[in-house]
């Protein structure tokens, strides 16, 4: 008993069907300015947070979501709030 042939797709739309292809390893990260990145002062005693809760989570979402330890981390997001003009400090790892 032989193998059937193996079906074959085809594509009409080429040009488009790869550049598909090349978007899917295309990275967005943004940052919105008006975002809360310091912690506004909560009038209790004691030390103040510095970074917002939002802050600390997207710092956090991008250490899972590239698999990177937490010093690595901070490298990285300062790198990505450099290169989008943020004077924004980052959240220490500790």
Not at 2 to 20: H, I
Not at 70 to 90: C, E, I, P, Y
Request: net charge positive.
């Amino acid at each position: 008993m032989s193998k059937p042939a193996p079906t074959r797709c085809r594509t009409l739309n080429g040009s488009s069907y790869y550049a598909s292809l090349r978007e899917r390893g295309s990275l967005t990260v943004w940052f919105d300015p008006g975002m809360a990145w310091h912690a506004a002062p909560s009038g209790k005693q004691g030390r103040q947070q510095t970074f917002s809760d939002a802050a600390i989570q997207a710092c956090l979402t991008i250490k899972v979501l590239f698999g990177l330890p937490l010093r690595q981390t901070t490298g990285f997001v300062a790198s990505l709030l450099k290169l989008m003009g943020l004077d924004w400090s980052v959240p220490d790892y500790s």
